[in-house]
């Protein structure tokens, strides 16, 4: 299984409430969609500076 490092852009478009700007909105649709989709697939991996920037947000999303 292939190893795919996380970082915190990922964690907060997929975690995050909808955007209405359309763009935004795009991406956190297609990192929601790869999360259930292609996450199965890899072995996944972050730092733990990713951890603290996610933790430092809400904590209903980090938690997420």
Known sequence: ????Y???SIV???SARPSRDIATAAL???ARD??????PA???VTSQLTL???SA???GAAVK
Do not use: H, K, N, P
Request: proline share 0%; glycine share 4%.
């Open 1 to 4: 299984m292939d190893t795919v």
């Open 12 to 14: 907060s478009y997929a």
């Open 52 to 54: 603290d920037e996610a």
């Open 34 to 39: 790869w999360w259930q989709r292609e996450r």
């Open 42 to 44: 890899f072995d996944l």
């Open 6 to 8: 996380i970082e915190t």
């Open 57 to 59: 947000g809400d904590a």
């Open 28 to 30: 956190q649709q297609q």
